[in-house]
């Protein structure tokens, strides 16, 4: 017989490099809005090369994690700047002009997961959770319909008018109020007709075609932290996503 060993699997030195990066972010060594060591402090830290620390910031730059500022430093990207707060927002005009939506808030309240919910944010089926409903209006015109799901354990004291008072966005509101910055987010998309729930918030007819947007969105080390399921309707507007 012949034994089998297991491989170990390699990673790059960059890629630890960025791993131990975005562990010293989930701890809060350096918060949201804040500048980093330099290179060559991370360098020297890390017992690396400059140019292997470089890399690893170049990655998470792109992913969003990190931005670079001419000048200035590298700083931990943060959701309360105007060109990001809106980042993950893609329904537009049919034009495809983009305009910042009103928020309001029909009502947030503690829960417990069912079994989808378990599985999108990777919690125990009937985990507590707080389950927020609002509408976003464009130009006055009610477009998209919110459904949000959140572990209860992240969110301590999260209520209507919490969210009400924030000046920002939700993802601010939970950079801000909770540690917790959405780093990625997955959607699945599909077209549905309007129930009697959903139609009269958003004035219009059971039956009328909506935009389902099924949206997981993650932080630091790829943790499921919001499940939210938008109905918008595109009588006026689109979903725009920019590729390339």
């Not at 490099?17 to 701890?27: G, R």
């Not at 009502?107 to 125990?124: F, M, N, V, W, Y």
């Not at 969210?163 to 959405?182: K, V």
Request: glycine share 6%.
């Amino acid at each position: 017989m012949t034994k089998s060993h297991s491989t170990p699997t390699f990673r790059p030195l960059y890629e630890q490099i960025k791993i131990l990066i975005t562990q010293s972010l989930v701890a809060g060594e350096w918060r949201p809005g804040e500048v980093i060591p330099s290179e060559l402090e991370l360098a020297s830290r890390f017992k690396v090369s400059q140019g292997t620390v470089r890399k690893a910031i170049d990655e998470l730059a792109a992913e969003n994690i990190l931005v670079r500022r001419q000048g200035k430093g590298t700083f931990v990207a943060t959701h309360t700047e105007e060109h990001t707060q809106y980042r993950f927002l893609r329904i537009v005009e049919l034009s495809g002009k983009k305009e910042f939506p009103v928020s309001e808030v029909l009502h947030c309240e503690r829960g417990k997961a069912d079994s989808t919910a378990a599985d999108r944010l990777g919690i125990k089926r009937g985990a507590p959770v707080m389950m927020v409903r609002r509408l976003l209006r464009f130009s006055g015109e009610p477009v998209i319909l919110d459904d949000i799901c959140l572990p209860a354990s992240l969110f301590k004291g999260l209520s209507e008018a919490l969210i009400n008072e924030f000046q920002g966005t939700l993802y601010s509101l939970y950079e801000a109020r909770y540690s917790t910055r959405i780093i990625r987010a997955e959607e699945r998309i599909q077209a549905v007709a309007a129930d009697e729930a959903t139609a009269g918030p958003l004035g219009v007819s059971s039956g009328t075609p909506l935009l389902d947007i099924d949206r997981v969105a993650y932080t630091y080390g790829d943790q499921p932290v919001e499940w939210r399921v938008s109905r918008c309707n595109t009588k006026h507007h689109c979903y725009l996503n920019e590729l390339g």
